[in-house]
């Protein structure tokens, strides 16, 4: 029997109750410190056991149960603490939402389970002399050009992953070889002079210097016209950040721009830069955020869950496309992490820049009241010049696959001119619908009671809501019938369309049926790279991409976007459609 103690710990479970629990310090740990708080530990809970996080040391309530001691402090020394702890606290308090959920949501998946904290120092590749000497007699194939690609300096990890996919089992071949061995990566220092740094417009120098400017908390609206170089302020103020030894922080909203966006800035920054998003491995998000966290990292990348990484030498904090209906996390904890970056900064004491083309009316109000400063880019660098636009009336209009003889025509022009066209329909699959033309009956999910989808060429039915799948009836449940028919237009039916069209263009369709693998959308657009022909695509290809070659652009049924019981229907739908003509 343990007698009741001075004080005990308060640890708070990733559980949906709004309250922490109180447990004895663990036997061979001693007396609670304050640096336990923000640490792992290990107790027991119910029949079994979970980890949590300190909270608090107190002391114990004398009418409580006699407390259980815990099983065991994790860490040496605290996760999350200081500036991070108190927005946690904040954003449990805001969003009404049990403190231990909140916490659990800011850690990455391994270190929430308990999993003993991973290497984080850079790793790097190099050839060895029994390498040297094998290389020139190596057969073609993947080890022979990874170690091709060693002789030399150093490669750092983060450089291979960037762009050598697939080297782990070549060096893994390599290494038992002895031809290649794992080294300790050498400190990068920033380049002082960017060689590849175009030069600024008179907007984008004037944007940069009021940035500059700026010492301490303040928010930005960067509002420029999509092309007009939003991404070049970025990089221009994160170099200015890292010289200054401090850390920066950029939020994109979807996976989809992370590759594009890891790749730019690491070309031109020259130093590593991580990125922290669910598409990557658990062990690969835990190593980015410890990175972060003890400091040996500069630069971070991520989608939404980004923004809770710890930042001990904050600098800047960017949120790319700010309007983007992304960064509202829907399920669990419901957070805004444009919202949340803004708390972040005013803590940190860091500028924040949020950077559209078409900024949400609560920024524009925010900066309408002079709470954020709007920097504008009002044109493109260079000889660029804005789309132009045609609105095409489709009333009493013959439509194949929801295009009309004009946009078809158009298409075909864009092609014969040896330049790339890109159809957007923001609704995937093959039809939204199948109908019973006999007795009005439409297929509806048995799980949740949502419309089904036709996907597969109109061979099997899915639900966009709860994932349910069902093959396509060969006749009407309710009437026998064999009437049934694919209401509206998707993705899949404006490719086959378009193939009928085009047999002889490719034509390449990204939604996210064809991206579902890691780093497809990056590969498909590499394999499209200048190429004439076709992209068809949802609003993943409306934002961010860079397409020089693309001249024409064909929005499918553009007016549906009115109908969404959604009441920001017309904000969202201006924005897509200013997004997906910049491109």
Not at 255 to 260: D, E, K, N, S, V
Not at 261 to 284: I, K, N, W, Y
Request: charge should be positive; charged fraction near 20%.
């Amino acid at each position: 029997m343990h007698s009741q103690p001075d004080r005990s710990v308060q640890v708070a479970l990733p559980l949906p109750l709004p309250r922490v629990f109180d447990y004895l310090p663990p036997d061979a740990a001693g007396a609670p410190q304050p640096d336990w708080i923000g640490r792992r530990i290990r107790v027991p809970f119910a029949t079994g056991e979970r980890i949590g996080l300190v909270v608090g040391i107190d002391a114990p309530d004398p009418t409580s149960p006699e407390l259980r001691p815990a099983a065991g402090l994790l860490d040496a020394a605290p996760l999350i603490t200081g500036e991070l702890l108190e927005t946690l606290r904040f954003c449990a308090r805001y969003y009404h939402a049990p403190l231990g959920e909140v916490l659990g949501m800011a850690l990455p998946v391994g270190l929430r389970d308990g999993q003993a904290l991973p290497e984080t120092r850079q790793a790097a590749w190099v050839i060895t002399e029994a390498g040297a000497t094998a290389l020139p007699g190596m057969r073609l194939g993947a080890p022979r050009r990874l170690l091709a690609r060693l002789a030399g300096t150093p490669v750092p990890e983060a450089v291979l992953d960037a762009d050598a996919a697939g080297w782990r089992a070549a060096a893994r071949a390599l290494a038992e070889r002895g031809l290649a061995e794992r080294v300790e990566a050498p400190a990068t220092i920033l380049p002082a002079l960017d060689p590849d740094a175009p030069e600024l417009t008179a907007a984008q120098a004037a944007a940069l210097r009021a940035i500059r400017a700026q010492a301490g908390f303040h928010p930005f609206l960067l509002e420029g016209i999509t092309g007009s170089g939003k991404t070049e302020v970025y990089l221009q103020a994160i170099r200015d950040c890292l010289r200054a030894g401090k850390q920066a922080l950029v939020l994109v909203p979807e996976i989809g721009l992370t590759p594009q966006t890891l790749r730019r800035f690491r070309h031109r920054l020259g130093v590593p830069v991580l990125a922290f998003h669910s598409g990557l491995a658990d062990g690969e998000r835990t190593r980015a955020w410890l990175a972060m966290a003890r400091g040996e990292a500069g630069v971070l990348v991520g989608t939404r869950s980004a923004v809770f990484t710890p930042l001990p030498a904050a600098g800047l904090i960017v949120v790319d496309e700010e309007h983007d209906g992304s960064y509202k996390q829907h399920d669990g904890v419901r957070y805004h992490a444009r919202d949340l970056a803004l708390v972040r900064g005013k803590a940190l004491g860091v500028p924040v820049l949020l950077g559209s083309a078409t900024p949400s009316l609560e920024s524009l109000h925010q900066a309408l009241r002079g709470r954020a400063t709007t920097l504008r880019l009002p044109q493109r660098p260079g000889s660029a010049r804005p789309p132009r636009v045609r609105v095409l009336d489709m009333r009493k209009r013959p439509l194949e696959g929801g295009l009309c003889s004009d946009a078809i025509a158009a298409i075909a022009a864009c092609l014969a001119r040896g330049e790339q066209a890109l159809v957007f329909k923001n609704r995937r699959g093959y039809a939204p619908a199948l109908l019973c033309h006999d007795c009005g009956w439409s297929a509806a999910c048995k799980r949740c009671d949502s419309a089904m989808s036709l996907h597969g060429a109109g061979r099997r039915l899915l639900c966009h809501h709860c994932g349910a799948r069902a093959p396509r009836p060969l006749a009407c449940p309710d009437c026998g019938g064999l009437a049934l028919q694919p209401q509206g237009i998707g993705t899949e039916r404006v490719e086959e369309t378009l193939q009928a069209h085009f047999p002889d263009a490719p034509v390449v369709r990204i939604d996210r049926e064809t991206t579902q693998r890691r780093g497809e959308l990056e590969r498909r657009l590499h394999d499209f790279g200048d190429n004439v022909g076709v992209l068809v695509g949802t609003q993943m290809l409306a934002k961010g991409h860079d397409l020089p070659r693309l001249t024409l652009v064909v929005v499918v049924g553009v007016d549906e976007g009115l109908f969404s019981a959604d009441f920001r229907a017309g904000e969202r739908l201006a924005q897509l459609l200013v997004q997906v003509a910049g491109r």
